[in-house]
């Protein structure tokens, strides 16, 4: 599935006549409801039936009893399985979207138009829908894939910066687990804007739909899209336990040292390297006060990474920078000693 820039509209509006679907069904939050619905609304061609579904925003919703009230409003309005689910928003909507929909009447068409950098670099590419339950990120979901992807950049003009910086968490990866030299445009970014990041999206985009085509079910190539996520994923779960979420780009930054200092301790890259890495990514991200967790806690919700095989918890790796290595097993020493150097970097 490759995703579409459409500046005008005009690609969305074909790809609606050729599908003919015989109902519109928009899932945004309050927040792209209020900057993005109107825009989208206001250059649709079409006359096929469209109704607007509205849930809250943030992380803390995208759980079993939202996908549950989300089913019934499918059921409310009697759609069948050639009505299409337009899923507008970030990750959390097009992770909740594609998984309601790859589920309702065992799978409704779904398109998916992402309006946060995550989105449009990451979320919203891949096929990966899932929600969280008992904390556990994304523990229940599908692969499916959307009919397509279409990304408006404009939406971008409208994300707080906080925002922009999640989701740049995801392509320093992208450069750290693929390409140097996208790192090192990444890295040279002296100020995070829209402006300055656009002409670097695409390559993103690129990065990580190359990755899924070669494996769609993660079986191999596809957990080194994981990096720094095996940590990341845990301090996510845990600050929202606390009711105290932060953002998915912030924990994979977070992830992304732990995980590069782990490298480095498994002997796959040197401590130079290793350094360089880490220094450039805290350059853009404060620490996370991680210190309030008990490390055991981080470690036990390790166990549940769906990387894992035979009790082990499997590692993304760098090698270097543009390469990383997948399956790779740690001690609890090295996941440990990570953490610590975590908690006392300056
Ligand atoms: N499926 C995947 O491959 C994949 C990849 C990466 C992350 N994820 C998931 O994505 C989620 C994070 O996504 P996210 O960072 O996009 O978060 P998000 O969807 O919560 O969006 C972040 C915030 O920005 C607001 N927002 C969205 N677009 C806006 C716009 N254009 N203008 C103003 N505000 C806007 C939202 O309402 C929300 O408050 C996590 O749940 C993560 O697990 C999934
Ligand atoms: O697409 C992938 O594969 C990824 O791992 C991308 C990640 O950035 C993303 O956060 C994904 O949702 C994590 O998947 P999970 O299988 O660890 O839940
Ligand atoms: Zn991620």
């Known amino acids: 599935m490759i995703s579409i820039l459409d500046q005008d509209f005009s690609q969305l509006n074909y790809f609606l006549t050729t599908l003919k679907p015989t109902k519109l069904l928009i899932l945004v939050d309050e927040n792209t409801h209020e900057h993005c619905l109107p825009r989208l609304l206001g250059n649709l061609e079409t006359d096929i039936p469209l109704e607007i579904i509205e849930i809250e925003a943030g992380e803390e919703l995208k759980t079993l009893a939202t996908a549950a009230h989300l089913w019934e409003i499918l059921t409310e309005f009697a759609i069948d399985r050639k009505a299409l689910l337009i899923n507008l928003g970030g990750g959390v909507i097009t992770d909740m979207g594609g998984f309601i929909a790859s589920t309702y009447k065992r799978g409704i068409p779904f398109i998916n138009i992402p309006t946060t950098l995550l989105g449009m670099c990451d979320a919203s590419i891949g096929g990966k829908t899932g929600i969280d339950h008992q904390f556990l990120k994304n523990i229940i979901g599908t692969f499916a894939q959307p009919k397509q992807i ?89 600050f929202l336990l606390n009711g105290n979420p932060i953002m998915h780009g912030e924990a994979v930054a977070m992830g992304m040292i732990c995980e590069t200092r782990i490298s480095y301790l498994n002997n796959l890259t040197s401590e130079e390297i290793a350094d360089v890495i880490i220094s450039n990514i805290q350059q853009f991200y404060p620490n996370l006060d991680i210190r309030q967790f008990p490390t055991d806690d981080i470690i036990n919700l390790m166990k549940n990474d769906k990387k894992n095989s035979f009790g082990n918890i499997n590692f993304s790796l760098l090698t270097s920078i543009g390469n990383c290595k997948f399956d790779c097993s740690v001690s609890v020493e090295n996941i440990r000693s990570s953490l610590f150097y975590y908690q006392n970097l300056e």
């Open 150 to 238: 279409f990304v408006f950049p404009e939406f971008l003009n409208t994300l707080p910066f906080e925002e922009l910086r999640s989701g740049f968490a995801e392509m320093l990866k992208h450069g750290l687990i693929a390409d140097e030299k996208h790192w090192a445009d990444l890295i040279a970014i002296k100020e995070l804007t829209a402006e300055n990041i656009f002409p670097l999206i695409q390559t993103s985009m690129n990065i990580k739909q190359k990755v899924v085509e070669q494996d769609f079910t993660e079986q191999n190539v596809r957990k080194t899209l994981n990096f720094g996520h095996t940590i990341g994923h845990a301090v996510e779960s845990l």
